[in-house]
């Protein structure tokens, strides 16, 4: 499938949770040949993302361990310069998700904060989180917003988007699995954050275990992938305890659901579609969730 940064990312990321080291050595590298000179991972033409080429920055350490070239771990410092010292921010500090304006995306809970914190600088992967949540977060519903314009002081999109919840669902668990015993209070903050979240969107989770594009819009198309998504960060976050087991009837749904969307050439159909991301389809992340779902089953046993 053809990848754009993120896509890239993730990609990359289901092979590393998965253990096909090889595999995320060359999507590694392909992100370090697309590199662009400020040290964005991965763009393809003119591509503005900010925060998803650092989704390409977990896979690029992985592939310096791995090989002990200093070319990964150069490009991975390069990226990480620019997210903490040249990327465009809010007024409350969040890392905008775009180059050519201050907007914050759900979708950079996962892009952003999990490779700050691998690179070690696990501080400020936990302020990126609470920014982007003080801003996206609804609390009566429980439920992340798209996209906030920092300088019209307005959302773009208001509505509760399944994909993005969860984008900032799995963001979560990765962050939080990186957090060091000594910051116990920021990781039991940001458990609870995970909590409230999954509880918002199993209020959405439809009979046959999918959930709608828009969460609480079923006018919308049914989804595929927010189900995986889910799945992916239950298992996990029930395996480390940060979970509650309850938890697990409906991720098993969401499993089966999205198991029944996989055809004969193993494409998870019925996912929230590429190129534009707006109508039922394939994308490389419904490939890339599927994965870690199936891994996060898995190791939970």
């Keep these: ?19 096909y080291i090889e595999e995320v050595v060359l999507l590694a590298h392909d992100a370090c040949v697309r590199q662009t000179e400020e040290g964005r991972l991965g ?19 992985f592939a310096w361990k791995h090989t002990n070239d200093e070319k990964y771990k150069i490009a991975a410092d390069r990226m990480l310069n620019y997210l903490l010292n040249e990327a465009p921010r809010t007024r409350n500090g969040a890392i905008s998700h775009m180059n050519f304006a201050n907007q914050v995306w759900v979708d950079s809970f996962y892009m952003a904060p999990p490779f700050i914190a691998v690179a070690g600088h ?4 936990v302020r990126q989180v609470e920014a982007y949540r003080e801003l996206l977060w609804n609390a009566e519903k429980k439920l992340f917003s798209h996209m906030w314009d920092d300088d019209n002081e307005r959302f773009i999109r208001n ?29 039991q903050r940001l458990i609870g954050y995970l909590n409230e979240l999954i509880e918002g969107c199993l209020t959405y989770q439809r009979e046959d275990g999918l959930f709608y594009d828009v969460l609480d819009d079923s006018t919308t198309f049914v989804e595929t992938n927010v189900a995986q998504m889910l799945a992916y960060a239950i298992y996990s976050g029930v395996k480390e305890g940060w979970l509650r087991e309850e938890y697990l009837a409906n991720a098993d749904k969401m499993r089966a659901a999205a198991n029944n969307k996989v055809d004969s050439y193993g494409i998870v159909q019925g ?13 490389t992340e419904g490939q890339a969730f599927y994965m870690l779902m199936e891994t996060a089953k898995q190791k939970l046993g």
């Design 122 to 125: 696990v501080e400020e992967a």
């Design 271 to 283: 996912v929230c579609g590429s190129p534009n991301f707006n109508q039922v389809g394939t994308a």
């Design 159 to 187: 509505a509760y988007w399944g994909v993005g919840n969860g984008w900032a669902a799995a963001g979560l668990i990765r962050v939080i699995r990186t957090l060091p015993d000594t910051m116990a209070e920021s990781k």
């Design 43 to 61: 763009i393809m033409a003119s591509e503005p993302a900010v925060t998803d080429p650092a989704s390409n920055g977990e896979a690029v350490l």
């Design 1 to 19: 499938m053809q990848r754009f940064s993120w896509e890239q990312g993730v990609a990359a990321q289901a092979l590393i949770e998965s253990g």
